[in-house]
C-alpha cells in the first residue's frame, strides 16, 4: 500500500510512519517528490489493516497500488526516476546514447572502437565480457581480461561502462569496474541473480526477455528494486515473433506504455531488436520519437571480422550519424541530448536541460 504524506509533513512524522509499517513487519520504500512523500509499504500479500497509518500524524490517505509491481509502478512514485551515470543524466529530458561492440574482443578492438564512440557522441561505452551465447561453442568472452580491457577504455575515453553479469557470483567482482551492471534478456527471469544485482546497489540496465511480458519485465525490475537498489534502466531489445525477416521484432508499443507504467528509464536496443545493421538507424529513430529515454547501440570498426553480432553492428561512421539524427528527433519531440561526457564542459544537474 502507499501511505501518502500531507505536503508539509515532517521528517518526524515520516520516520514515525516508517517506524509503524516495519513494526508490521512491512518494508518501508520511501519516494520523495518535489509535491510530497510517498512511503511504500510492502509485504508478502497478507491483508493489512491500513487503519494502522491512516490516523497517524502527517499522513493524507492510504492506498492500495493496484498493480503486481510496486516499487516499480508510477503509482509508487509519480516523477520520473533520474539518476547520473558521470556526467549525463539517465531518465531526464536528455537522451543517452550506450554504444560499443557486442563483445570485448581484444585491448585494440576495444580501445579503437571506444575511441570511435566517444568522438561520435556516445554517453557511455558498452562490451560484453561474460557474453550468455546460445551455444557453448560460440565466443564466450574473455571474463576478468575484458573486464580490465574496459577499465582501460574507460581510464582513456573518460566514457562509463556498461557491461553484462551472467551469475550471481559474479556481481561484486564485475561490480567492482563496471559503472552500469546489464542484465541480458536470457537471465530476465534470473532471479537469484536478480537479487545480486539489486545488493549491490549498483546502477542495473535489464532488458527484456525475448519472450516476457511488459508485466513480466516490470516485476523482473521489481526484485531488484525490492533490495533497495533503486538505479534501474529497463531496456526493450525486441521479442520473438512469427516474423522472421528480422532477428527479433522491436515492440516500440513498449516503449510508451512503459513510460505510463513505470517512473523507471526506459531504453532501446535497436541492434538486437532488428538484427540488421541497415535497419539499425530506423528504429532507433522511430524509439527516441515514440518516448524512449535513449539508446544502447552496437558499434564496431570491423563489423566482418566481430566474434558476435557483426551483422548487426554500424561502422563509427554511420553511429556518428545515428547520434546526429537521434537528437534531431529528440529536439523535434520536446527534449533535448544529454552529451557524452567528453564535451561536457558544464556538468548537468537533473532536472535541467542538456543541450
Ligand atoms: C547484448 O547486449 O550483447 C546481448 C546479449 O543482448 P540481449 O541480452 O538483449 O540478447
Ligand atoms: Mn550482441
Known amino acids: 500500500m502507499l501511505i501518502i504524506m500531507h505536503s508539509d509533513a515532517s521528517q518526524e512524522q515520516i520516520d514515525q510512519v516508517i517506524l509503524q509499517v516495519e513494526a508490521n513487519n512491512l518494508a518501508a520504500h520511501l519516494s520523495r517528490g518535489t509535491e510530497r512523500t510517498i512511503i511504500g509499504a510492502v509485504g508478502d500479500g497478507r491483508p493489512v489493516n ?56 581484444s585491448r585494440s578492438q576495444t580501445l579503437e572502437i571506444a575511441h570511435a564512440v566517444r568522438e561520435a557522441g556516445a554517453t557511455a561505452l558498452r562490451g560484453g565480457a561474460y557474453k550468455p551465447r546460445t551455444s557453448p561453442y560460440s565466443f564466450q568472452g574473455l571474463g576478468e581480461q575484458g573486464l580490465e580491457i574496459l577499465a582501460e577504455a574507460r581510464e582513456a575515453t573518460g566514457l562509463p561502462i556498461v557491461t553484462e553479469v551472467t551469475a550471481p557470483e559474479l556481481v561484486p567482482m564485475v561490480a567492482s569496474y563496471a559503472d552500469v551492471l546489464q542484465v541480458g534478456a536470457r537471465n530476465m527471469q534470473n532471479f537469484a ?143 533535448s541530448t544529454v552529451p557524452g561526457r567528453h564535451d561536457l564542459s558544464k556538468p548537468v544537474r537533473e532536472g535541467e536541460k542538456a543541450t
Open 193 to 335: 541473480l536478480l537479487h545480486a544485482v539489486g545488493e549491490s546497489q549498483h546502477p542495473v540496465l535489464l532488458k527484456r526477455g525475448m519472450s516476457a511480458t511488459v508485466e513480466e519485465l516490470l516485476m523482473a525490475a521489481e526484485y531488484i528494486l525490492s533490495e533497495g537498489n533503486r538505479r534501474v534502466i529497463l531496456c526493450e531489445r525486441g521479442i520473438r515473433t512469427f516474423e522472421t525477416a528480422t532477428r527479433n521484432t522491436t515492440d516500440i508499443n513498449a516503449i510508451p506504455v512503459l513510460k505510463e507504467l513505470t517512473h523507471l528509464p526506459v531504453l532501446l536496443d535497436p541492434s538486437h531488436s532488428t538484427g540488421y545493421w541497415q535497419y539499425v538507424m530506423a528504429v532507433a529513430c522511430a524509439g527516441i520519437a515514440a518516448g524512449a529515454d535513449g539508446l544502447i547501440v552496437e558499434v564496431h570498426t570491423h563489423p566482418e571480422q566481430a566474434l558476435s553480432d557483426g551483422g548487426q553492428s554500424l561502422k563509427p561512421e554511420r553511429f556518428a550519424d545515428l547520434v546526429t539524427r537521434t537528437r534531431a528527433i529528440a529536439q523535434a519531440v520536446g527534449r
Open 50 to 105: 491500513k487503519d494502522l497509518f491512516t490516523l497517524l500524524p502527517g499522513v493524507d490517505r492510504v492506498v492500495p497500488i493496484s498493480r503486481p509491481y510496486k516499487l516499480a509502478s508510477r503509482e509508487f512514485s509519480p516523477e520520473n526516476t533520474t539518476f547520473k551515470l558521470d556526467g549525463a543524466v539517465i531518465g531526464g529530458p536528455g537522451i543517452v546514447i550506450i554504444a560499443g561492440p557486442c563483445s570485448v574482443e
